[in-house]
């Protein structure tokens, strides 16, 4: 009991204080034609370490094309970006954002490595409805986990730690800066903090023309009008939903109707445009 207590008090004086948190590379070996792939871990008291799979990347290969385009928003450290780019290969790309200037430093770090098998763009905003200066919200004093928690009561989120983070209308940044690009787009993986939603609302031009896969979730804290409106708004853009057990395995896709929405409690999803027909 005395041990617990400790623990409680050691975790609550991180979560008040800042550290300067250090990155530790290390080599991982996978099969396959990959060979040794490089991941920098962010020594976080709060981050869990990090593993990069071969079924992981194979997951991503079944959502996305050798040499295609994916766009990982909320990429933070790079665990799902580097997988992703490894998928696509070097003749692809992946656009990783992460507007924490904390976290941004190890994506930019995971960008550099692999150069040889990977082709990792990092991008320090966030997907906002208008380019300006935003107030992102976070659960402790190194800014490991958060986001834009505006529109949830602070009292629902807990998130009391606050970080000015830059944010950019990302179909604007994209139609400037990625146009060519965006003829391959197979994939946009979203995880925000229950934000999912309103960066939807921002791209409806890349979703129309380009028809995406999409990762998304349903994060904990939306209550049940705010799960229907996601669902309403992914099946408008012509999406079937799935629910996503893991980021390795597609065992058995369950699809999501509107009335499933509220069946779990937190749970990501996959949505796939009903006019492709993809073997998974």
Do not use: H, M
């Given at each position: 009991m005395i041990?617990?207590?400790?623990?409680?008090?050691?975790?609550?004086q991180l979560k008040r204080t800042f550290k300067r948190i250090?990155?530790?590379?290390?080599?991982?070996?996978?099969?396959?034609n990959l060979g040794t792939v490089e991941y920098a871990q962010w020594l976080h008291p709060f981050e869990n370490p990090k593993?990069?799979?071969?079924?992981?990347?194979?997951?991503?290969?079944?959502?996305s094309n050798k040499g295609g385009m994916i766009i990982d928003i909320g990429a933070h450290t790079g665990d799902t970006t580097v997988p992703m780019a490894l998928a696509v290969g070097k003749e692809g790309l992946v656009l990783g954002l992460e507007?924490?200037?904390?976290?941004?430093?190890?994506?930019?770090q995971n960008a550099s490595l692999n150069l040889d098998k990977s082709n990792i763009i990092p991008?320090?905003?966030?997907?906002?409805?208008?380019?300006g200066e935003f107030t992102f919200n976070y659960s402790d004093a190194s800014y490991c986990n958060g986001g834009f928690l505006s529109k949830i009561n602070k009292k629902r989120h807990g998130h009391k730690f606050t970080l000015q983070v830059i944010g950019k209308n990302l179909q604007d940044y994209l139609l400037k800066n990625h146009s060519e690009d965006l003829k391959k787009l197979d994939l946009i993986k979203i995880d925000a903090e229950g934000y999912d939603k309103e960066i939807l609302k921002t791209i409806p031009i890349i979703l129309e023309n380009h028809k995406p896969n999409l990762m998304i979730e349903c994060y904990k804290r939306l209550d049940m009008e705010e799960r229907e409106e996601l669902f309403d708004l992914v099946n408008g853009f012509g999406y079937q939903l799935y629910f996503l057990e893991n980021f390795e395995l597609f065992d058995k896709l369950e699809k999501i109707e509107k009335s499933n929405m509220n069946d779990k409690k937190h749970f990501e999803m996959l949505a796939i445009h009903k006019s492709k027909n993809i073997s998974l």
């Open positions: 041990n617990y207590i400790k623990r409680k008090i050691e975790k609550s250090w990155i530790q590379n290390y080599k991982i070996t996978l099969i396959d593993v990069i799979s071969l079924s992981n990347i194979n997951f991503y290969q079944k959502l507007p924490n200037k904390y976290v941004y430093k190890i994506l930019e991008l320090c905003f966030a997907a906002t409805d208008k380019d």
